[in-house]
C-alpha cells in the first residue's frame, strides 16, 4: 500500500495557470534539449517547504521509440531526474540558492506503476532536511509521482550546491 501523499492535491486547482512555466524554468534549471524534465510548477508553500511540478510525457519523448518497442514506458532514470530537477529549481528559486544544485543521491525509491505517453506527471516535494554551510549547500527532498491520482513512484533526492 502506497504511503499517504506529502499534501493534499485537491486543495490545489491543478486547472490554473502554472505559477511558473517552462520557460521560467529553463531561466533557472540547465538542463535542456532532451534532457529538460520539468514541464511547470502549479504550486508552492515556501513556509511548509512543499511544492507541486509537473511533467507532461508525450510521444515525442527521446525513450519512447526504443523504451519499450510497441509499449513506451517512461524509464525509472527519467522518473528520478524529474524529482532532481524539481528540488534544483525549488531551491534556486523558491529558496533563492546560487550556483549550480548537482544531484548527490537518491534513496528508498519504488517504483509502483508505469507512466505511458499522454498522461500528466505530477511531482509532489517536500524538503526533509537543507543545511547550508560556508561554501556549499545540501538539500533532501522527499518526492512523489502521481499520475491519474494514483502514486507511480517515490524517492527521496538529494542535492548540493557545486
Known amino acids: 500500500m502506497p504511503p499517504v501523499l506529502l499534501f493534499d492535491l485537491s486543495k490545489i486547482d491543478l486547472n490554473a495557470e502554472p505559477v511558473f512555466d517552462q520557460e521560467a524554468i529553463c531561466k533557472v534549471n540547465p538542463q535542456s534539449y532532451e534532457m529538460q524534465q520539468l514541464d511547470g510548477i502549479q504550486w508552492f508553500d515556501k513556509e511548509k517547504q512543499l511544492i507541486l511540478g509537473y511533467k507532461d510525457v508525450t ?52 517504483f509502483r506503476s508505469v507512466i505511458e505517453p499522454g498522461k500528466r506527471l505530477y511531482l509532489l516535494g517536500k524538503i526533509v532536511k537543507f543545511k547550508k554551510k560556508a561554501r556549499t549547500s545540501y538539500v533532501t527532498t522527499n518526492v512523489q509521482g502521481i499520475v491519474d491520482g494514483k502514486m507511480v513512484f517515490e524517492t527521496t533526492v538529494s542535492g548540493m550546491k557545486v
Open 59 to 110: 510521444e515525442n519523448e527521446f525513450w519512447v521509440r526504443g523504451h519499450i518497442p510497441g509499449r513506451p514506458l517512461m524509464p525509472g532514470v527519467i522518473m528520478v531526474e524529474c524529482a532532481a530537477q524539481l528540488l534544483s529549481f525549488f531551491v534556486k528559486q523558491i529558496f533563492q540558492e546560487d550556483g549550480f544544485i548537482g544531484f548527490s543521491g537518491i534513496d528508498n525509491t519504488k
